[in-house]
């Protein structure tokens, strides 16, 4: 079966569809078959990040590895029980359709709570929360008090996260590999920077979750989504000689990459 990899939290802005486009471009220059899912209906940044990503393909006849997009199928709501949700089924036909031919199957949630990302949450084997270095990210995941020091509880997207685990459970399948990805971590030793890196701690050990740190605020980012390209791209379009920046950024996605250790990945990018 393929592994499912998961890319959710409630909050826009903390590079979901960044971090998604990476890994699964990583995965593909590795040799692995992986199929996206975009569940982010109206937005759909990932969708548009592949979509530039062949076009940029076709012009510029480059041999890129290419990324396999797929939209959610549709179902017939003439055919569902009384209390069926119509994207459940949307969703589980999407997975089992794609699951014989992947590796992996990797699922970009939006920036809210919707149905389906409830669900995709419930399918993950892997669960990726990017997260900015804030106190105002981090109270996705937990309430603390004004000092910073003390973990009042846990907030509404670690509950729907436990409710996903539970579901596993019950249908027997292995835990969620739950793994917090520290974004535009600042280069500095700054109070803020160590508060958060101690409050992270203390809840990662309450709720059960593993730290990567991901990527740093960087301007290359900006400029490769008009061309639906990623970091591991660059020599390939002709950039012979790396910046400092571009070069620190290779680094951020390699680690990342080895941190979230994914079944029969070996990363030697």
């Given amino acids: 079966m393929a592994h499912i990899i998961v890319v959710g939290n409630e909050k826009g802005g903390a590079g979901k569809s960044t971090v998604s486009m990476h890994v699964a471009s990583a995965l593909s220059r590795l040799g692995h078959k992986v199929s996206c899912l975009d569940l982010d209906l109206r937005q759909r940044t990932l969708s548009r990040y592949i979509e530039n990503r062949r076009t940029f393909i076709q012009k510029s006849g480059l041999d890129l590895p290419r990324l396999d997009f797929h939209d959610l199928p549709e179902i017939d709501a003439a055919t569902l029980k009384p209390g069926e949700n119509i994207y459940d089924h949307r969703l589980s036909a999407a997975v089992a359709r794609l699951e ?100 992270i701690e203390m809840l990662s050990a309450r709720i059960g979750f593993r730290t990567v740190s991901g990527f740093s605020e960087r301007v290359i980012f900006r400029e490769l989504f008009p061309r639906g390209l990623t970091l591991l791209d660059l020599r390939d379009i002709g950039v012979k000689q790396l910046n400092i920046s571009n070069v620190a950024a290779r680094q951020e996605l390699r680690d990342m990459m080895k941190g979230l250790n994914l079944p029969g990945v070996e990363v030697d990018f």
């Avoid at 990797?106 to 990017?130: F, K």
């Avoid at 399948?173 to 700054?190: A, C, E, H, S, Y």
């Fill in 100 to 199: 014989p031919d992947s590796d992996f199957i990797l699922i970009d949630c939006p920036g809210s709570h919707t149905r389906l990302s409830q669900v995709a949450h419930s399918l993950a084997d892997t669960l990726i929360t990017p997260l900015n270095d804030s106190f105002i990210d981090f109270d996705l995941l937990a309430r603390i008090d004004s000092r910073a020091e003390k973990i009042l509880g846990p907030s509404v997207y670690s509950e729907m996260v436990w409710n996903a685990r539970q579901l596993r459970a019950q249908a027997g399948l292995k835990p969620i590999d739950w793994i917090v990805i520290r974004n535009r971590l600042g280069t500095q030793r700054m109070v803020n920077k160590e508060k958060m890196e101690r409050a």
